[in-house]
Nanobody, 120 residues
Framework: QVQLVESGGGLVQPGGSLRLSCAAS????????MGWYRQAPGKQRELVAT???????DYADSVKGRFTISRDNAKNTEYLQMNSLKPEDTAVYYC??????????????WGQGTQVTVSS
């Protein structure tokens, strides 16, 4: 019954900014880590950023200094602030969560994705 719902994608000009949100809902026991991945047409899905429950973060080299991942543990929500966007950032962005759902084993869950297009 656990679901991840993404929002905040859209069309933006190069150099612009977007803020993505991902809210986890359902019978959740605890979320250990959350992350963002992206997939461009014709390419494999790649890691963008991750954050654990203690707030430690990790970023792909391509987004360091431009993107910031954060989370609100009380709301079971993660965010991705994207600044100085480039055309090569265009992709479908997916959130995920490593969690224990009530009555189930620890598993990784994925959202449905949100489109980010960077173009002039």
């Amino acid at each position: 019954q656990v679901q991840l719902v993404e929002s905040g994608g859209g069309l933006v000009q190069p150099g612009g900014s977007l803020r993505l949100s991902c809210a986890a809902s359902g019978s959740i026991f605890i979320i250990y880590s959350m992350g963002w991945y992206r997939q461009a047409p014709g390419k494999q899905r790649e890691l963008v950023a991750t954050i654990n429950r203690g707030g430690n973060t990790d970023y792909a080299d391509s987004v360091k200094g431009r993107f910031t991942i954060s989370r609100d543990n009380a709301k079971n929500t993660e965010y991705l602030q994207m600044n100085s966007l480039k055309p090569e950032d265009t992709a479908v962005y997916y959130c995920n969560a490593d969690m224990y759902a009530a009555g189930r084993v620890r598993s990784v869950y994925w959202g449905q994705g949100t489109q980010v297009t960077v173009s002039s």
